[in-house]
Antibody
Framework: QVQLVQSGAEVKKPGASVKISCKAS????????MHWVRQAPGQGLEWMGV????????SYAQKLQGRVTMTRDTSTSTVYMELSSLRSEDTAVYYC?????????????WGQGTLVTVSS | SYELTQPPSVSVSPGQTASITCSGD??????TCWYQQKPGQSPVVVIY???KRPSGIPERFSGSNSGNTATLTISGTQAMDEADYYC?????????FGGGTKLTVL
């Protein structure tokens, strides 16, 4: 079955960076784009960006440009999301989600989420 | 930037029909999908491409999209449908989410 397994919870200090992994299984890794979505406590969903596992090309939300980097390792079917210069407002659950990259696509399957807490 | 607007909350009695709206400029010209998220869980898509249901999603979930408004309709609402619902569309190669609607079944 299709599965996305994310790395565990993280606690970081302001100004630090965090790197979260998302390991895919149960499907052809390069057949779906991988999106990252975050959700602050008690808040809604926020799209962060997307990576094409085939060639590693990325597209990031304008708000996070310069702070977010998405990469992939095809040998292990894993994608990574690194967020730098962390601030308290980055405290959230971070999800990876597989889907398409076009106007008729959607986020078909999701990881379990990774809680990142930014606190001094 | 493109915005999608949802009512913060909707209440419905068990067995009745719940309608959750999502508004955006010329939203009817785009495809809309809907996600259900229960407390402590990851979102699950319940409607995609305006009105299609993924396998495993009950027939009581339906969708429509016209003009500036997309609507998620839950017929014969059950207690298990109580959750947060998010609409989503695409704009300029970016994913846009609505703010979410808390559906209460009481």
């Amino acid at each position: 079955q299709v599965q996305l397994v994310q790395s565990g919870a993280e606690v970081k200090k302001p100004g630090a960076s965090v790197k979260i992994s998302c390991k895919a299984s149960g499907y052809t890794f390069t057949s779906h784009y991988m999106h990252w979505v975050r959700q602050a406590p008690g808040q809604g969903l926020e799209w962060m960006g997307v990576i094409n596992p085939t060639d590693g090309s990325t597209s990031y939300a304008q708000k996070l440009q310069g702070r977010v980097t998405m990469t992939r390792d095809t040998s292990t079917s894993t994608v990574y999301m690194e967020l730098s210069s962390l601030r308290s407002e980055d405290t959230a659950v971070y999800y990876c989600a597989g889907g398409g990259y076009s106007g008729n696509s959607y986020l078909d399957f999701w990881g379990q989420g990774t809680l990142v807490t930014v606190s001094s | 930037s493109y915005e999608l607007t949802q009512p913060p909350s909707v209440s419905v009695s068990p067995g009745q029909t719940a309608s959750i709206t999502c508004s955006g400029d010329k939203l009817g010209d785009k495809y809309t999908c809907w996600y259900q998220q229960k407390p402590g869980q990851s979102p699950v898509v319940v409607i995609y491409q305006d009105r299609k249901r993924p396998s495993g999603i009950p027939e009581r979930f339906s969708g429509s999209n016209s003009g500036n408004t997309a609507t998620l309709t839950i017929s014969g609402t059950q207690a298990m449908d109580e959750a947060d619902y998010y609409c989503q569309a695409w704009d300029s190669s970016s994913v846009v989410f609505g703010g979410g609607t808390k559906l209460t079944v009481l």
